[in-house]
Each structure stands twice: as C-alpha cells, then as structure tokens.
T-cell receptor
Framework: EPEVTQTPSHQVTQMGQEVILRCVPI?????FYWYRQILGQKVEFLVS????????KSEIFDDQFSVERPDGSNFTLKIRSTKLEDSAMYFC???????????FGPGTRLTVL | GEDVEQSLFLSVREGDSSVINCTYT??????LYWYKQEPGAGLQLLTY?????DMKQDQRLTVLLNKKDKHLSLRIADTQTGDSAIYFC???????????FGAGTTVTVRA
C-alpha cells in the first residue's frame, strides 16, 4: 500500500542552525502539507502546497520557514534559523485533492538544543 | 476560526465498547476524520465521514455525526489492547486546505 515517508526520523540541531526535513508524498497525490505537534499539544497546520506554490499557510509559518518540491518526488520543509520552540514532531501529509483524505507520514522529531 | 474539542482521557475494559466524542464549530466542515496515533508513531487515518452523512460503519468502528449539534463520535466495538492510543478528531472545510485537529483523546484499555 502506498505511504508517505519522511526522513530523518529524528533530527537534533543547535539553535540558530538551518534544518531541512524531507518527505516523499504518495506518488499520484497533488496536494502536500506540513503539520507540527509540540509535545503534549495539538497537531497544528503549517502550510499546504499545490502546483509548485503555497496554497495556504498558518501564522506559525513565518519567514523562517520555507517549502520546496525540488524534484518530482520530494517535498521539503526548511527552517532557516531554528529556535528552541521549534522543537516538535513535524508531519508531512499528502492528498489527491482538497476534499480527499490526507495521508500522514510517520513524522520527524526535531530537537533544538 | 475552527475549534475542535475532545475529552482528554478514556479508560475502558477489554471487550467493552469505547465511545470517543468530539465537537467542532465550523459549520462549513466538509469532511470529519478520526486519526489514531500510537506511542512514538505517526497519524493513521482510521475513518472519515462526509458531512451529509449521519453514520458510517467500518468493521469495529462506527462514526456518528450530528450536524445540527456539531457533534461527532467514534465507537470502537470489542475494544482490544491494541486499540490503546491517542485518537484525534479533525475536520476540514471546503473553504480551505488544512485539517483542524482536536487535542486528542488518550484511550487506555485495561484487562
């Protein structure tokens, strides 16, 4: 069964460093998403991406964040200068359309020291 | 904005039914979802219901939707130890792309 994959599963970084989280969405899906879950809190929407551009973003998704689909399979989230409060589980998701179910990857646990 | 609320904890005996409740505020919700998260794992889509339905059954899972009261529930029949997890209610509307999640209900199944 096709699934969304994410790498790495765990990333540890120093405050101020740049990180890139990688995702491979399901191959026939057209919509891609990033969410995050700070430990013990709700899953929060960050950004959605369609047709090589951002379709919607939340207040959390400020200038420190960017997304890219560098090739036909990968979808990346970059955090330019990480802060302690960026420590969270980051989930990638994809869907066929906007009104189709979103399938989530296993997540990348980001720890900022 | 959208707000999704769930009770935080549920303890149930193995073999009994579990009922997890959720309320939401967005009247334009199109789809409502239940996701399961096991410890240290990602979000697994369990089931979903379209807003023009009031019930959906899928093996041991029954979803009930009361659109008037904006109330969604997930019933798990014959609860097993493998059902111990956090269950998230989520909704999305036709107006936007994102899913709005509840805080999650931690279900503990005791022998």
């Amino acid at each position: 069964e096709p699934e969304v994959t994410q790498t790495p599963s765990h990333q540890v970084t120093q405050m101020g460093q740049e990180v890139i989280l990688r995702c491979v969405p399901i191959s026939n899906h057209l919509y891609f998403y990033w969410y995050r879950q700070i430990l013990g809190q709700k899953v929060e929407f960050l950004v959605s991406f369609y047709n090589n551009e951002i379709s919607e973003k939340s207040e959390i998704f400020d200038d420190q964040f960017s997304v890219e689909r560098p090739d036909g399979s990968n979808f990346t989230l970059k955090i330019r200068s990480t802060k302690l409060e960026d420590s969270a589980m980051y989930f990638c998701a994809s869907s066929e359309g906007t009104n189709n179910e979103q399938f989530f990857g296993p997540g990348t646990r980001l720890t900022v020291l | 904005g959208e707000d999704v609320e769930q009770s935080l904890f549920l303890s149930v005996r193995e073999g009994d039914s579990s009922v997890i409740n959720c309320t939401y505020t967005d009247s334009s919700s199109t789809y409502l979802y239940w996701y399961k998260q096991e410890p240290g794992a990602g979000l697994q889509l369990l089931t979903y219901i379209f807003s023009n339905m009031d019930m959906k059954q899928d093996q041991r899972l029954t979803v009930l939707l009361n659109k008037k009261d904006k109330h969604l529930s997930l019933r798990i029949a014959d609860t097993q130890t493998g059902d111990s997890a956090i269950y998230f209610c989520a909704e999305n509307s036709s107006n936007d792309y994102k899913l709005s999640f509840g805080a999650g209900t931690t279900v503990t199944v005791r022998a």
